[in-house]
C-alpha cells in the first residue's frame, strides 16, 4: 500500500476508534454496560489495527491483532507491557459478551474500568503514531 493510501486509512481506523470512545460516554449514561464495554474493545482494536499498518502489517482476525500487537509492539518495548495486558482484558470482555449467555455481565465498576483503559489504551498508540510520523 502507498505511504498515502496507508496514512488514510489509519486516520479512518483512529476515528473510528473515537467513535467508538465518543460513543461509549453515551452508553455509560444511560448504565448500558454491556455496550460500552464491547464499544471499548472496538476502540483498542481500531487503534491497535492502525498502529499495525503503520508497521505494514495488516490483520482482520481479532486474535491475530492481539497476538501482531504483543508481537511487533509490547515484545519489542515499543509499547509498554501493561497496554497488552489492556487489550487482552478488554478483548476477553467482549467475546464474553457477544458469545457467552452465561459470561459474568460487567456492572458499573467494570464497564467504567475498561473504558477507561481504553481510552488510555487509545492515546497511548496516538503518541506512538504521532512520534513516528504517521499522525500529526
Same mark, same amino acid.
Given at each position: 500500500m502507498e505511504l498515502y493510501a496507508k496514512l488514510a486509512v489509519i486516520r479512518v481506523r483512529l476515528s473510528k476508534a473515537h467513535q467508538d470512545l465518543d460513543a461509549i460516554r453515551d452508553l455509560l &449514561?444511560?448504565?448500558r454496560w454491556r455496550g460500552a464495554v464491547i464499544f471499548a474493545y472496538y476502540a483498542m482494536f481500531d487503534a491497535a489495527s492502525a498502529a499495525l499498518l +503503520?508497521?505494514?502489517i495488516e490483520r482482520t482476525k481479532h486474535s491475530a491483532v492481539q497476538a501482531s500487537f504483543n508481537e511487533f509492539f509490547v515484545k519489542p518495548g515499543l509499547i509498554e507491557v501493561e497496554y497488552g495486558q489492556l487489550? *487482552?482484558?478488554? *478483548? @476477553? +470482555? *467482549? &467475546?464474553?459478551q457477544d458469545y457467552s449467555d452465561v459470561a459474568a455481565q460487567?456492572? @458499573?465498576s467494570t464497564a467504567t474500568h475498561i473504558v477507561n483503559d481504553a481510552e488510555r489504551f487509545v492515546a497511548r498508540l496516538e503518541r506512538y503514531l *504521532? @512520534?513516528?510520523?504517521a499522525i500529526e
Amino acid at each position: 500500500m502507498e505511504l498515502y493510501a496507508k496514512l488514510a486509512v489509519i486516520r479512518v481506523r483512529l476515528s473510528k476508534a473515537h467513535q467508538d470512545l465518543d460513543a461509549i460516554r453515551d452508553l455509560l &449514561k444511560v448504565s448500558r454496560w454491556r455496550g460500552a464495554v464491547i464499544f471499548a474493545y472496538y476502540a483498542m482494536f481500531d487503534a491497535a489495527s492502525a498502529a499495525l499498518l +503503520w508497521l505494514n502489517i495488516e490483520r482482520t482476525k481479532h486474535s491475530a491483532v492481539q497476538a501482531s500487537f504483543n508481537e511487533f509492539f509490547v515484545k519489542p518495548g515499543l509499547i509498554e507491557v501493561e497496554y497488552g495486558q489492556l487489550y *487482552r482484558t478488554a *478483548r @476477553e +470482555w *467482549r &467475546k464474553d459478551q457477544d458469545y457467552s449467555d452465561v459470561a459474568a455481565q460487567p456492572d @458499573e465498576s467494570t464497564a467504567t474500568h475498561i473504558v477507561n483503559d481504553a481510552e488510555r489504551f487509545v492515546a497511548r498508540l496516538e503518541r506512538y503514531l *504521532r @512520534e513516528a510520523g504517521a499522525i500529526e
